[in-house]
């Protein structure tokens, strides 16, 4: 067994001494690189088709592919114009869709109108600490040896006439909201309004004949406004004197305010609302910072 193992041993030797001799020949150098061959065939492309195979790879689309679905475009919404207080129509104008036909946003309503009500919160509540009462700063009683409560002075906040203790204080309350978003308020506000059909333009400098509460109330009612359909509210681009005097009397059935001093919660409240032509323009105009489409100008 051992003389075997030696023969294998030499033969394995004998072969890798043949092997070495043979790569130290000059022919066997010479002809080696001519008769191998590397098992993976390699080509060069050029530069160029290579970079425009990968350009129309990914630019042409396949055959199957389905063609691209663009954004619908919203067509512009139309209003009529009506005579006041005949209420007869008298022309048509077109307004864009995001300005009067925007879905109903409850968050962003809701945000405008705690906006809105923290700003008006005046905030000028006060009370005085102890050390601002006016009173002597005398003990009252010792502190021991009576068998009473341990007490201070008459300025103490347990005592009557004495100091507020964690009072309220002057701040203030308002809260901060971007503009953006305000803006997009207004719009969803009049769109959900015009929706619902309780939007109502009418010509611009209405006014009526009369300053008499009962003259604006047969109006109302005659054109169901009034308080039996919830109340409208009249918005105009300026003061007109007889309208203004005869709501102030008629308040069950409506009330008016200027473009000025309307917000979205002025929007939301009443049952209908009569606006001026001016007047929507002139909010629409002042609340679209988010939007490159103007509005004409009143």
């Known amino acids: 067994m051992a003389t075997c193992g030696l023969k294998a041993s030499g033969r394995g030797l004998a072969t890798i001494a043949a092997g070495y001799a043979a790569a130290k020949d000059p022919l066997i150098k010479c002809l080696t690189p001519n ?113 009473k409560a341990r007490l201070g002075d008459r300025k103490s906040p347990m005592l009557r006439g004495g100091g507020v203790a964690f009072g309220p204080h002057p701040r203030d309350f308002s809260t901060k909201l971007p503009r953006k978003i305000y803006d997009l308020a207004w719009r969803t506000a009049l769109s959900y309004r015009y929706r619902r059909g309780e939007l109502i333009l009418i010509e611009d400098n209405v006014d009526i004949e009369f300053n008499e509460p009962r003259w604006i109330k047969k109006i109302l009612e005659g054109n169901h406004m009034g308080n039996a359909d919830g109340r409208s509210l009249i918005v105009t681009g300026d003061t007109r004197p007889n309208l203004f005097e005869a709501l102030e009397g008629a ?40 939007l490159d489409r103007t509005v004409p100008s009143a």
């Open 35 to 147: 008769l191998s061959r590397s098992m993976a065939t390699e080509t060069q492309l050029p530069r160029s088709q290579v970079l425009q195979s990968y350009a129309n790879a990914h630019l042409t689309p396949p055959a199957n592919a389905l063609p691209r679905r663009t954004a619908p475009v919203a067509p512009d919404v139309l209003t009529t114009i009506y005579s006041f207080p005949a209420m007869e129509p008298l022309r048509q104008s077109y307004y864009p869709a995001n300005h009067l036909h925007l879905p109903l946003r409850r968050d962003i309503l809701h945000r405008a109108v705690v906006f809105e009500g923290d700003a008006t919160r005046q905030g000028t509540a006060s009370t005085k600490w102890r050390d601002q009462v006016h009173g002597s700063g005398r003990k009252i009683r010792p502190q021991k040896g009576t068998g």
């Open 251 to 290: 308040g069950e059935d409506g009330r008016i305010k200027t473009r000025y001093d309307i917000d979205v919660k002025d929007l939301l409240e009443l049952g209908r609302i009569v606006m001026e032509e001016c007047a929507l323009n002139w909010i629409l105009r002042n609340h679209s910072s988010d």
